[in-house]
Structures are given as structure tokens and as C-alpha cells.
């Protein structure tokens, strides 16, 4: 009866980890994806993408925070401010 348990509540823990990651930008989660499941370098990424190391860190940082927002079930709020 636990094992079913913890099946039922692993594949609840997927589904929401896969919602999360689908509301990050295209760019952030390419990002996060990048390094998580393929373990690749800041460097090998920025390579990659042809971006600069310093916006994969920025946006790996940014994706980080939205995603453990929304797996907690609160808001994310940018600290950016749009300037005109």
C-alpha cells in the first residue's frame, strides 16, 4: 500500500515539476534544462546559444526563482525594473 502511495505521489510530483516548467520563457527553460539534465558548463552553454556566460547565469538565476515560486504556490516577482 506505501509503494502505491509513493507512486501516486511521484507522479503528482512530475506533473506539477512538468506545469512549473512549462510557465518559465522558452529561454529560461532551455537554460535550467541544460544544466540540469544534460549537466553541461555555464561556458558550453553560452557556446551553445551564442549568448554571453554572464545572461546564462542571469537567466539560470531567474528561472531558478520562478520555478521554486510556482512549485510552492506563490508569486514571482521580478527584482528587474523596466526602464522607458
Known amino acids: ?6 507512486s501516486l505521489s511521484s507522479a503528482l510530483e512530475l ?5 512549473c516548467l512549462r510557465q518559465l520563457s522558452d529561454e529560461q527553460r532551455k537554460i ?4 540540469a539534465l544534460e549537466e553541461m558548463s555555464y561556458d558550453e552553454i553560452a ?3 551564442k549568448i554571453p ?3 546564462v547565469m542571469s537567466r ?18 521580478s527584482a528587474l525594473k523596466v526602464i522607458k
Open 53 to 55: 556566460v554572464g545572461t
Open 1 to 6: 500500500m506505501a509503494e502505491a502511495h509513493g
Open 60 to 77: 539560470l538565476s531567474r528561472a531558478r526563482e520562478k520555478l521554486r515560486a510556482n512549485m510552492e504556490g506563490r508569486p514571482y516577482a
Open 32 to 35: 535550467l534544462l541544460l544544466v
Open 15 to 19: 506533473r506539477d515539476m512538468d506545469t
Open 47 to 49: 557556446q551553445v546559444l
